[in-house]
T-cell receptor, first 112, second 113 residues
Framework: NAGVTQTPKFQVLKTGQSMTLQCAQDMNHNSMYWYRQDPGMGLRLIYYSASEGTTDKGEVPNGYNVSRLNKREFSLRLESAAPSQTSVYFC???????????FGEGSRLTVL | DQQVKQNSPSLSVQEGRISILNCDYTNSMFDYFLWYKKYPAEGPTFLISISSIKDKNEDGRFTVFLNKSAKHLSLHIVPSQPGDSAVYFCAASGASGTYKYIFGTGTRLKVLA
């Protein structure tokens, strides 16, 4: 019972490098989300996708791009990583009936 | 501007006693509220939710209260257990047509044995 799967779990980047965080869910949910968690800041919404083919900005979208590749997959891309993007990133998907979010285990990113 | 606020970064409670975690929100369009629990190195897990048509929802040891006029919700855990020690986040979502879920900054609960 996989739920929401994120890869990679850990990544170290140098400033200016690019990378993509992958997320896949097997629960047939329409909506998917990317959050970042920083000490004292809680979980902040980066981007979300209400359904396949749509994406919208959240609270902190600058420096990120997303792709809703299909109903299962929602990727987050950092085109030119900055130290301020050092964080733990969480992907989530939402049930259509109860509105509950299911989270992945997180991806810890360090930008040097 | 923080739309969902948890003003207590941490809380310590004796085992068996009640834990009360508080959350305030500023956006009157929020109509669905959730609580999540998070252990270190894991993703947040859903605990309990409440819609704005209710003022209370109960699930076992966990009860969420919503005071719409004060834009305030609270999570009560009775009795508290050491396994409840975690970070708790409240979250809010707006009226139908929006899919944004906004989270608070979290409260770290420590239940002392």
């Amino acid at each position: 019972n996989a739920g929401v799967t994120q890869t990679p779990k850990f990544q170290v980047l140098k400033t200016g490098q690019s990378m993509t965080l992958q997320c896949a869910q097997d629960m047939n949910h329409n909506s998917m989300y990317w959050y970042r968690q920083d000490p004292g800041m809680g979980l902040r919404l980066i981007y979300y996708s209400a359904s396949e083919g749509t994406t919208d900005k959240g609270e902190v979208p600058n420096g990120y791009n997303v792709s809703r590749l299909n109903k299962r997959e929602f990727s987050l891309r950092l085109e030119s990583a900055a130290p301020s993007q050092t964080s733990v990133y969480f992907c989530a998907s939402k049930t259509d009936n109860t509105g509950e979010l299911f989270f992945g285990e997180g991806s810890r990113l360090t930008v040097l | 501007d923080q739309q969902v606020k948890q003003n207590s970064p941490s809380l310590s409670v004796q085992e068996g006693r009640i834990s009360i975690l508080n959350c305030d929100y500023t956006n009157s369009m929020f109509d669905y509220f959730l609580w999540y629990k998070k252990y270190p190195a894991e993703g947040p897990t859903f605990l309990i939710s409440i819609s704005s048509i209710k003022d209370k929802n109960e699930d076992g040891r966990f009860t969420v209260f919503l005071n719409k006029s004060a834009k305030h919700l609270s999570l009560h855990i009775v009795p508290s257990q050491p396994g409840d020690s975690a970070v708790y986040f409240c979250a809010a979502s707006g009226a139908s047509g929006t899919y944004k879920y906004i989270f608070g900054t979290g409260t770290r609960l420590k239940v002392l044995a």
